[in-house]
T-cell receptor
């Protein structure tokens, strides 16, 4: 157990729907990062939050949004889902604002859009 | 745009073989290079390298960084079936405030070790 908790583990939903993925960072970590991993794209950075504020944005679609709450857990909201959104979504955390010393990853949420 | 390229994409060997995985990078304001192993789910940390020429070693795995030529290699000796995984290389860079950015990952090398 890495200490980073992601729920749910698996999610199957239809196109056009909206889902929320949840992440609790490792105790003491203030930064949360979201990545999308699909077969042909590798790990793609989506967004980072640090202590409740958005810190950096990557290749995140406008249909996707995220937030980090006062208790430091984070949610990634995916709306108007398309088949191409099917992927493994990872959350990772780090103690500080950046990733100089790497991340601790959660086990991921596998999203299947049918 | 920061870029991390790994090769080969896929590698199949027999138990006992030695393998070398490559990672090259083109980034602005390099901070560190990290190697991760991804089996079925979450990537797990292997090494972090910040200085050229200093080998990091953990059991049968070792890694070294060349900051002049902008690459790193990950060596695995006496491979075992349990080494089968995707090996990911990632680079961390500085931003102007002095803190580090998020990691940029390569696409990974799929290693399969046959008995």
């Amino acid at each position: 157990d890495s200490g980073v908790t992601q729920t749910p583990k698996h999610l199957i939903t239809a196109t056009g729907q909206r889902v929320t993925l949840r992440c609790s960072p490792r105790s003491g970590d203030l930064s949360v990062y979201w990545y999308q991993q699909s077969l042909d794209q590798g790990l793609q950075f989506l967004i980072q939050y640090y202590n409740g504020e958005e810190r950096a944005k990557g290749n995140i679609l406008e249909r996707f949004s995220a937030q980090q709450f006062p208790d430091l857990h984070s949610e990634l909201n995916l709306s108007s889902l398309e088949l191409g959104d099917s992927a493994l979504y990872f959350c990772a955390s780090s103690p500080n604002t950046g990733a100089a010393y790497g991340y601790t990853f959660g086990s991921g949420t596998r999203l299947t859009v049918v | 745009e920061d870029k991390v390229v790994q090769s080969p994409l896929s590698l199949v060997v027999h138990e006992g073989d030695t393998v070398t995985l490559n990672c090259s990078y083109e980034v602005t304001n390099f901070r560190s290079l990290l190697w991760y192993k991804q089996e079925k789910k979450a990537p797990t940390f292997l090494f972090m390298l910040t200085s050229s020429g200093i080998e990091k070693k953990s059991g049968r795995l070792s890694s070294i960084l060349d900051k002049k030529e902008l690459f790193s290699i990950l060596n695995i000796t006496a491979t075992q079936t349990g080494d089968s995984a995707v090996y990911l290389c990632a680079v961390s860079t500085f931003i102007s405030s002095g803190s580090a950015r998020q990691l940029t990952f390569g696409s990974g090398t799929q290693l399969t070790v046959l008995p």
